[in-house]
Each structure stands twice: as C-alpha cells, then as structure tokens.
C-alpha cells in the first residue's frame, strides 16, 4: 500500500503562483510514476501532468509552460509548480501512483485526499 498526500493548497489571484507538494510513504516503490490530476465542480478528473522515477515529464496542453512537475525521490516527495495561474485553473488538485505512462484516472491506482486550489481573478 502506498499513502499519498498533498498540502500547499490555498486562495491566488489570477497571474499568481502555488506550489503543491505530495508526499508518499508506504511501499514506495510502487510510485515509478507519479502525476497530478484536478477535478472542478461538475467535471470530470482531468489529467494535468505525470513524471517518471527518472524524471521523463508529460503535461497537458492546458497547463504546459505554466506548470512543472518535478519530485524528489530521496524524500519521497512529489511536487507541482503552478504559475501564471487562471481562474479556469481552480479544482481540487489530487496526487496518484501507477506502474505504466498513463494520463487515464483509471490506470492510477493510488490516490491522495485532494487539495483546494481556487484562482480569483
């Protein structure tokens, strides 16, 4: 089993900057690839970025050269880097696992609780 959670959560205004973090404990080495998911009310959970043990980076169209995911795997510690933020970027942002490259929810098989990122603008 392997436990994730996130923190750095919070209120920004449009144009400002939030860093996440995700951190993991448990069987660890079960988190080759790690990514960032975030679901706004009524929507379905979106993929936004994924990065390999090796640090092999993939990001979705809506958020590539605003965000960066980066980890550090001594401390067991994913992170999320989050500039230039929108108000369409507000959504429960949320850590997962997987054994393969994927972008689907359903091919991530551990999960964090979420935190609230809301942009104002």
């Known amino acids: 089993q392997v436990q994730l959670v996130e923190s750095g959560g919070g209120l920004v205004q449009a144009g400002g900057s939030l860093r996440l973090s995700c951190a993991a404990s448990?069987?660890?080495?079960?988190?080759?690839?790690m990514g960032w998911f975030r679901q706004a009310p009524g929507k379905e959970r979106e993929f936004v970025a994924r990065i390999s043990w090796s640090g092999n980076t993939y990001y979705a169209d809506s958020v590539k050269g605003r965000f960066t995911i980066s980890r550090d795997n001594a401390k067991n510690t994913l992170y999320l880097q989050m500039n230039s933020l929108k108000p369409e970027d507000t959504a429960v942002y949320y850590c997962?696992?997987?054994?393969?490259?994927?972008?689907?929810?359903?091919?991530?098989?551990?999960w964090g609780q979420g935190t609230q990122v809301t942009v104002s603008s």
């Open positions: 997962a696992a997987a054994s393969l490259p994927r972008t689907a929810p359903s091919e991530y098989y551990y």
């Open positions: 448990g069987r660890t080495s079960s988190t080759y690839y």
